[in-house]
Structure formats: structure tokens, C-alpha cells
């Protein structure tokens, strides 16, 4: 496997009146993870980017921790720093952000 971790994050934009998470700062969120990677000094064992639609709008921003396949809606940009050390770090899903399907 390539990645240890690889994270996609949903930066779709679709017609109103879906809420969309690219338009509840999609780009931001990618910007913020590979940010927090980067300060971390975490190499290329962990990917974050952009993605289109997960399949969740109405839950989201939203994005996708693989290989676990852990979904997370709603993430704020102040969710990032801990998604990164809790899951992405330590491997301890964040479970108040987890969709349960």
C-alpha cells in the first residue's frame, strides 16, 4: 500500500438547495490538513486531498479516512488538528464526528 493513510475530502459544489460542502469551506478543510501533515513533519505515508461528492451532503463537510473507510460529517476547520493526532496519529477514529451507516 502506498499510504498508511490516505485522506479524501469532499470539495463538491452543487445547485442550491443541496448543502454542499465545498461551499462550507471544502478547500479550506484540504488546505488545513495538508497544513497540519506538513507542521507535523509527516511524510508521504500520509495523503490528504480533495475529493469529489461523498455522498453525504447533508451531513457534511465531509470526508473520508481510508483505509478504514471512516466517514466524518460536519468537520470544522477547528476538527482538523485532532482528526490528525487522534486518528490520523494514533489511530483513534474521532467519534463524535463519525457517521455511523
Not at 499510504?3 to 475530502?9: A, G, P
Not at 501533515?37 to 495523503?47: A, H, Q, S, V, Y
Not at 473507510?69 to 496519529?89: A, F, K, P, T, W
Request: glycine share 6%; proline share 6%; with cysteine.
Amino acid at each position: 500500500m502506498k499510504y498508511q493513510k490516505h485522506v479524501f475530502i469532499c470539495t463538491n459544489q452543487k445547485d442550491a438547495p443541496k448543502k454542499c460542502c465545498g461551499e462550507a469551506h471544502g478547500m479550506a478543510l484540504v488546505d488545513a490538513f495538508k497544513q497540519a501533515l506538513k507542521d507535523r513533519n509527516i511524510g508521504p505515508e500520509i495523503r490528504a486531498q480533495r475529493s469529489g461528492c461523498l455522498d453525504v451532503c447533508p451531513k457534511g463537510p465531509a470526508l473520508v479516512v481510508y483505509p478504514e473507510g471512516i466517514i466524518y460529517g460536519n468537520v470544522q476547520l477547528s476538527d482538523v488538528d485532532e482528526i490528525v493526532e487522534s486518528h490520523l496519529i494514533n489511530n483513534q477514529p474521532v467519534e463524535r464526528l463519525k457517521l455511523d451507516f
